[in-house]
């Protein structure tokens, strides 16, 4: 069965195309195809970036005309020097990324009117997202027709959430309105709980876990009987850790002092928290660790602010998740920063010494997923890769093959 996954973010819409047969494979195959469209690196330019085991594929195209700069993308399964299928009938299903679910979805889903209603009626809560990701299903329909679409929410994973976790202390009026936590991430969070519950040889149901992902976003979650009971990301992706553009939690009345002394607007405060904070806020510098790192190695005080205050703030939610599980049986690293940074995971590891929990001094990690702990560490530590596509893919195959 031939899966295209489309995963539309904020900024860019990636895409892959996975074959799996009969059987889910052992271990996760590359896929096809994969493909990219980056809206917003040139102004009212939509660079398209295709690329497959035998040919390449770069374009840029009007940014303006959306469907068109989509349509483009899929041709290029079928057509030119990426062509992977013959003909788009060969596509069985199409999996969809989609950031809000709400409380109602706890799990990958099959799309009909209703889910796509429910998506467009949560936009309200993920106003970038859930547009683009209904944009990528309403594409999908006009180009392929009525192939088969999945649903796969980044909220899920954490809609069991206990209610002590999810809401908020605020009136209760907005237990009604439904602003609570949400979480997201939790197709990364899911998959390298099971993946870790794989390496361990373990039934993911007896582990408590706590999976960090650390990326340009950055989220943990704290993980018993297989679901997330709590996490840091809240009613929207900007709560809980520093991150390279978002502040992460900050002290509300910032807020209403900034409109009241400055005259800030919501719009204005929404780009701050969102675009201009974290490690690109404090260093001036950039977004991206690896500029901190080697603008610290140069003497930059801000820079080094900035690490120390990211590393700050991921020991004190890893000890409040730890606090949650009132125990733990693995800790996950992944995301770019979870998977590349051997300074973040030791530094982040450091104050768990005192509960025997100790890194391997090396911690050789290679493009497999790697146990990074001493092998007298009283809890095992892991490098995961993250394949949130895979896991798309995955739901797409098991949705089909069970109904
Ligand atoms: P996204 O959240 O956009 O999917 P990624 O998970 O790919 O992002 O993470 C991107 C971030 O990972 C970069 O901004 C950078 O800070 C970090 N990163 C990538 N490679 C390295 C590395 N070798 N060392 C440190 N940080 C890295």
């Not at 679910?101 to 970038?128: C, E, F, M, N, W």
């Not at 490098?383 to 995955?394: G, M, S, Y």
């Amino acid at each position: 069965m031939k899966i295209l996954v489309m995963n539309a973010g904020s900024s860019s819409q990636k895409s892959c195309l996975y074959e799996i047969g009969n059987a889910l494979p052992a271990k996760v195959p590359e896929p096809l195809w994969e493909a990219k469209i980056d809206w917003t690196h040139q102004p009212n330019v939509a660079e398209l970036k295709v690329t497959t085991g035998k040919g390449e594929l770069k374009a840029e195209l009007p940014a303006d005309d959306r469907p068109q700069v989509i349509q483009q993308l899929l041709q290029s399964l079928w057509t030119g020097e990426t062509q992977v299928i013959a003909d788009p009938q060969e596509i069985t299903v199409v999996g969809h990324r989609v950031v809000h679910g709400g409380q109602d979805y706890h799990s990958s889903i099959r799309i009909t009117p209703d889910v796509k209603a429910a998506i467009d009626r949560l936009s309200a809560l993920a106003p970038v997202h859930n547009p683009a990701n209904l944009e990528g299903i309403e594409a999908i329909e006009q180009f392929l027709g009525d192939v088969p679409q999945v649903a796969v929410f980044d909220t899920a994973f954490h809609a069991q959430m206990p209610d002590a976790a999810a809401i908020y202390p605020g009136e209760y009026d907005w237990v009604e309105k439904g602003i609570r936590r949400y979480g997201f991430h939790g197709t990364s969070h899911r998959y390298c709980a099971d993946r870790v519950a794989e390496l361990m040889g373990r039934n993911l149901n007896e582990l408590r876990l706590i999976t960090c992902h650390l990326g340009n976003g950055c989220s943990l979650a704290a993980i018993q009987n297989g679901h997330s009971i709590d996490t840091t990301m809240g009613f929207t992706p900007l709560d809980g850790l520093m991150m390279g553009t978002r502040s992460g939690s900050v002290d509300p009345s910032i807020l209403i002092y900034l409109m009241r002394q400055e005259g800030y607007t919501a719009d204005q405060l929404d780009q701050v928290l969102n675009k201009k904070s974290g490690l690109l806020g404090i260093s001036g510098i950039s977004n991206d660790l690896r500029s901190i790192t080697e603008a610290i190695e140069f003497g930059n005080t801000r820079a080094k602010l900035a690490l120390d205050i990211y590393i700050h703030r991921l020991r004190r939610e890893l000890g409040g998740m730890l606090m949650s599980l009132g125990g733990l049986d693995g800790l996950v690293f992944t995301g770019g920063v979870g998977e590349n940074s051997a300074r973040v995971r030791s530094a982040a590891c450091e104050p768990l010494s005192w509960l025997g929990i100790k890194l391997d001094p090396h911690q050789f990690v290679s493009r497999e997923d790697t146990l990074i702990s001493a092998p007298d560490s009283a809890t095992s530590v892991w490098v995961i890769h993250t394949q949130e596509d895979w896991t798309i893919a995955r739901d797409c195959w098991e949705i089909l093959v069970n109904s």
